[in-house]
Nanobody, 121 residues
Framework: VQLQASGGGLVQAGGSLKLSCAAS????????MAWFRQAPGKEREFVAA???????FYADSVKGRFTISRDIAKNTVDLQMNTLKPEDTAVYYC????????????????WGQGTQVTVSS
């Protein structure tokens, strides 16, 4: 099983980026998929998740600015990030496999390699 994340980069504050993650090797049609992030010197934290039924959940820090979406048929999950702030700078990881607690890091069995997002002020 592989999760391939893409779309990171350097953007100015107030700008937008879209991250994409494609899963291969198995389907996650009955599981949650999510995005987490890890800034230098900090623990990995929850950003957003989407259940198999397309219910979505967000960290308070990104609510109203980020949008997660899934394509069950394509086995993909995207993260549209708008109004980016310098504090959004981190390595972003996609994750898959959760069955219940979508915001809990330990719930996910599969992880992508991470993609760097840098927001300049």
């Amino acid at each position: 099983v592989q999760l391939q994340a893409s779309g990171g980069g350097l953007v100015q504050a107030g700008g937008s980026l879209k991250l994409s993650c494609a899963a291969s090797g198995r389907t996650f049609s009955s599981n949650g998929m999510a995005w987490f992030r890890q800034a230098p010197g900090k623990e990995r934290e929850f950003v957003a998740a989407a259940s198999w039924s397309h219910a979505t959940f967000y960290a308070d820090s990104v609510k109203g600015r980020f949008t997660i979406s899934r394509d069950i048929a394509k086995n993909t999950v995207d993260l549209q990030m708008n109004t980016l702030k310098p504090e959004d700078t981190a390595v972003y990881y996609c994750a898959a496999g959760s069955s219940r607690f979508l915001a809990r890091l330990s719930e996910y069995d599969y992880w992508g390699q991470g993609t760097q997002v840098t927001v300049s002020s």
